[in-house]
């Protein structure tokens, strides 16, 4: 039986570049679960790689099909953009995923799928750190929105909070201060996950 492994994590805590690292490791043999988004793309984004970029109408076509596993909306400084996982492509009886998300869809996707089957990878990495990141990622935009950087850093204090994380029974974290390194931590509890029999 395979498994959803959840990698979750504050912004600009390095989620992005340790999700292209553990798909690309042929030992974990991972396929990827593309979150579908009305947001607008960024630059360097890519359709059906980092998300799947939709409008509200194919949003609300997905919905009436029943296909939505989990949906949340955020009140940005640019109005409202919405997140969704949708039950496409899954098949749990063959193969083992990584997704990115956030602890509120990582406990929608754990209450579709079971518990067993849905596995938290928790990144964590020092506010400053993070904070210096996002700061030089919407630098290189060519059109930043610092508002909307400074929203998504105040409200991840509340969203990834240690009751937040304790109530989505997240217990282990792995600590992004040395990329390779925690990389390789996350490969041998993978690997260690993936051997459990549900």
């Known amino acids: 039986m395979g498994k959803i492994f959840y990698l979750m994590g504050k912004s600009s805590s390095g989620k992005d570049t340790i999700y292209k690292q553990l798909m690309a490791d042929e030992d974990l043999h991972l396929k990827n679960i593309v979150l579908y988004t009305t947001r607008p793309i960024r630059q360097g984004e890519q359709e059906g790689i980092e998300y799947h970029f939709i409008t509200e109408e194919q949003l609300a076509n997905l919905e009436k099909e029943g296909r939505i596993i989990e949906l949340r909306a955020y009140d940005t400084c640019f109005g409202i953009w919405k997140y969704c996982t949708v039950d496409a492509h899954i098949d749990l009886d063959r193969e083992n995923y990584l997704i990115i ?6 406990c929608k996707t754990k209450a579709f799928y079971g518990e067993e089957k849905v596995i938290p990878l928790m990144i964590e990495l020092d506010d400053g750190i993070r904070l210096r990141r996002a700061l030089d990622r919407e630098m290189a935009q060519d059109q930043p929105k610092y508002d909307e950087m400074c929203r998504r850093y105040l409200a991840d204090a509340a969203d990834f909070s240690p009751e937040k994380k304790k109530e989505a029974g997240i217990e282990k974290e792995f600590l992004n201060d040395e990329l390779d390194v ?17």
């Open 182 to 198: 925690c990389i390789a931590e996350l490969k041998e509890y993978i690997l260690h996950e993936m051997r459990k029999r549900i």
């Open 101 to 106: 998300g956030t602890i509120e869809s990582f």
